[in-house]
T-cell receptor, first 113, second 113 residues
Framework: KQEVTQIPAALSVPEGENLVLNCSFTDSAIYNLQWFRQDPGKGLTSLLLIQSSQREQTSGRLNASLDKSSGRSTLYIAASQPGDSATYLCAVRQGDQGGKLIFGQGTELSVKP | EPEVTQTPSHQVTQMGQEVILRCVPISNHLYFYWYRQILGQKVEFLVSFYNNEISEKSEIFDDQFSVERPDGSNFTLKIRSTKLEDSAMYFC???????????FGQGTRLTVV
């Protein structure tokens, strides 16, 4: 059974720092991995989708990497801003016909001005 | 930009009552999903729906739950007899394909009293 784990559970950094969020998964037979942002009491906003054949994907100040064989993904945020404060979730998509996502518990990020 | 919309944003219901949560997926998407997030816990998969039928469901999705696409735009989740433990944020999501990027709605917060 696939298990997705995110470390750390919470992270507090001063504005301007570069930071890395980690995601690991136990079953490497995935189709892709998606990173989301969740603001308190709100929905999930898709940040990046990285296919199993890709090593990394970039969008603005965000860069996601994927090492499928070792079951790891990282989300790199450059030059963090207070507006980046949110919970970041990773989710993997397995080889099921329905295409369900299996989520980690998230990393709660706080960027202090 | 196309988005997934959910109504209502918050619903309070008495234990044992039926509730229907509504979603309008992105118009050209073919795969539809319901997930839920109990406060402080992971986002959990409930059901996937494709070609007017359930393609996969989780252990949580028992006989109390049903989904329907009554017309070309709406996608609904019905809980027949709500329990206290059904209190959660319910998210609808859609994807163009089973492996495509998933887009989530803002969620319906269901409170069962």
């Amino acid at each position: 059974k696939q298990e997705v784990t995110q470390i750390p559970a919470a992270l507090s950094v001063p504005e301007g720092e570069n930071l890395v969020l980690n995601c690991s998964f136990t079953d490497s037979a995935i189709y892709n991995l998606q990173w989301f942002r969740q603001d308190p009491g709100k929905g999930l906003t898709s940040l990046l989708l990285i296919q199993s054949s890709q090593r990394e994907q970039t969008s603005g100040r965000l860069n996601a990497s994927l090492d499928k064989s070792s079951g790891r993904s990282t989300l790199y945020i450059a030059a963090s801003q207070p507006g980046d404060s949110a919970t970041y979730l990773c989710a993997v998509r397995q080889g099921d016909q329905g295409g369900k996502l299996i989520f980690g518990q998230g990393t709660e990020l706080s960027v202090k001005p | 930009e196309p988005e997934v919309t959910q109504t209502p944003s918050h619903q309070v219901t008495q234990m044992g009552q039926e509730v229907i949560l509504r979603c309008v997926p992105i118009s050209n998407h073919l795969y539809f999903y319901w997930y839920r997030q109990i406060l402080g816990q992971k986002v959990e998969f409930l059901v996937s729906f494709y070609n007017n039928e359930i393609s996969e469901k989780s252990e949580i999705f028992d006989d109390q739950f049903s989904v329907e696409r009554p017309d070309g735009s709406n996608f609904t989740l019905k809980i027949r007899s709500t329990k206290l433990e059904d209190s959660a944020m319910y998210f609808c999501a859609s994807s163009p394909t089973s492996r495509g990027e998933a887009f989530f709605g803002q969620g319906t917060r269901l409170t069962v009293v």
